[in-house]
């Protein structure tokens, strides 16, 4: 059996007495994370002096006797938690997977994280709609699923825009997905986000442009506030609102469109789009930007991987929009301009869109991901030979080969 890690994240609805406490817990957070984080850098820059979590912890225990005392009106756990993720960050900033940690803002997203135990589990399933947390007491969580798996920690939020959420993972047992005997290809666009190769399109909502003029409206009264009035910080989270509705939808429909793919199809393949290079690309970058290409991809495959799927991503510089996907022939000249094109050399009549879709499939079934194909000309390695039908077989071959390592 294999187990995996699911995320849950819910919103819940404080009560006014909770609003406070979580206001005392984020802002005693807040502070400990960057007063330690002064203390540990000057520690260092001056004395060569190395700090951890645990030391830390004990300064914060000083703090509360003397200078700060006001810190006890905090959950211990959620202030110790804090300087555990402090540790984190330096350890991925020395590791090179992050940068130097930052100072927190009271105007970011503000998150403390508290330790569960078996006593919170109990009173969180069996009272079905509540969540108990230290200080906090009964909270009230919009359950729009329950999880079967027992968190060991929640993650308590509150975004710019005002929003209460309550994060946490458990582990849970994977069921693979019953297979389908289908292998797509994807090509991955701007007109529509995704196409598959048997001409399935996905549309593109175009999220930003519907309410990109909303909020450069909405930006422009902001920037006309007086800093540190009052209406300058309601019209902040009005601006907040607009970005959190934008990245809601962007995910709706990401996560709708991985989702029916990873059923559909038991081998997916993919091209390694370089998404960086393509946003230098300023007619491209606002649609890229737009839908969230990076997000597609990851999605794809972690969804992939629960289900039991095979994702296959084709190497990056293939041509796929001027291979004929029918016999193989190149062609030297593919404006974004053309839509629709027909092969002249064996005449059959291409959807721009599916055509690359159906030459990824090729590439990755024939086991030619990863190729250089930059050669151009007609001679591409010679996989211009290639018919639809030989390619499915080798989409068969690889179903097979999916079947067998998953009953291995
Ligand atoms: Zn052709």
């Not at 909405?218 to 009005?238: H, I, P, T």
Request: aromatic share 10%.
């Amino acid at each position: 059996m294999v187990t995996r890690q699911r995320a849950y994240k819910f919103r819940f609805t404080p009560t006014a007495a909770q609003r406070k406490q979580l206001a005392v817990e984020f802002g005693c957070a807040r502070f400990v994370w960057n007063r330690c984080l002064d203390w540990r850098s000057t520690a260092w820059k001056e004395r060569q002096e190395k700090h951890t979590y645990v030391s830390l912890n004990r300064q914060v225990t000083v703090w509360k006797k003397t200078e700060f005392p006001w810190l006890s009106d905090a959950t211990a756990g959620c202030l110790t938690q804090a300087l555990i993720d402090q540790d984190k960050a330096f350890k991925n900033f020395f590791e090179k997977r992050g940068q130097y940690p930052r100072f927190k803002s009271k105007w970011d997203q503000q998150a403390v994280r508290y330790q569960l135990d078996q006593r919170h589990i109990k009173s969180t399933y069996s009272g079905g709609e509540f969540l108990k947390l230290p200080k906090l007491g009964f909270v009230k969580v919009r359950w729009s699923r329950i999880p079967t798996g027992i968190p060991k920690m929640a993650t308590v939020s509150k975004d710019p825009s005002g929003r209460y959420f309550v994060a946490f993972s458990c582990e849970e047992v994977v069921e693979a997905l019953p297979l389908t005997g289908v292998a797509l290809g994807l090509d991955l666009g701007i007109k529509d986000v995704v196409v598959a190769s048997d001409g399935w399109k996905s549309g593109n909502p175009r999220h930003l442009k519907g309410q990109l003029k909303h909020l450069k409206r909405q930006q422009r009264f902001l920037a006309r506030k007086q800093k540190g009035s009052n209406r300058r910080r309601r019209q902040r989270q009005r601006v907040a609102r607009i970005h959190a509705k934008i990245a809601a939808m962007r995910q709706d429909f990401l996560h709708k469109t991985t989702t029916a793919l990873v059923q559909r199809a038991d081998v997916i393949a993919l091209e390694d789009l370089n998404v960086k290079g393509m946003l230098k690309n300023h007619h491209l970058a606002g649609a890229i930007a737009d839908v969230g290409m990076g997000e597609f991809r990851r999605q794809i495959e972690y969804k992939a991987a629960w289900a039991g799927r095979k994702v296959i991503v084709v190497d990056r510089w293939a041509p796929t929009s001027k291979i004929c996907s029918h016999c193989g022939s190149y062609q030297q000249k593919m404006p974004l301009s053309v839509r629709e094109w027909t092969c002249p050399d064996c005449h059959a009549r291409h959807d721009r869109d599916v055509n690359a879709a159906n030459v990824i499939l090729k590439f990755a079934t024939a086991g030619n991901a990863g190729t250089d194909a930059r050669g151009g000309g007609k001679n591409l390695g010679g996989h211009e030979s290639l018919t639809p039908v030989e390619a499915r077989t080798d989409a068969e071959k690889f179903i097979e080969a999916a079947c067998l390592e998953r009953a291995a």
